[in-house]
């Protein structure tokens, strides 16, 4: 996290709520098995669709990547969402 930090200085990330981190596994874990205690997300606005860095960690060590649509993440958050009720 540092190191993309010190790399995309003009960005401001947003790490996920409690409850938006846990729908987002519940809803990614349909896919791909997936233990995270973090979802940092990093807003990259070049060109003309706009793509997210999805930075995935777990008891402080860096598990993955993802680039994804920002409705992308929303829908993994809603499906998940629904899966838990």
């Known amino acids: ?15 996920l ?3 938006g981190l846990k729908h ?3 809803g990614y874990n349909l896919q791909e098995k997936l233990e995270a205690d973090i979802v940092t ?6 060109g003309r669709r706009d793509q997210y860095y999805v930075l995935i960690g ?3 060590c860096f598990v993955k990547w993802l680039e994804l649509l920002p409705n992308s ?3 993994i958050i809603d499906i998940g969402s629904k899966k838990n009720i």
């Open 24 to 26: 987002f596994l519940i």
């Open 17 to 19: 709520s409690d409850q």
């Open 58 to 60: 777990n008891n402080n």
């Open 41 to 46: 997300v990093w807003p990259s606005y070049k």
């Open 73 to 75: 993440i929303q829908e």
């Open 1 to 15: 996290m540092v190191e993309a930090k010190n790399e995309w200085k003009h960005v401001i990330p947003f790490k």
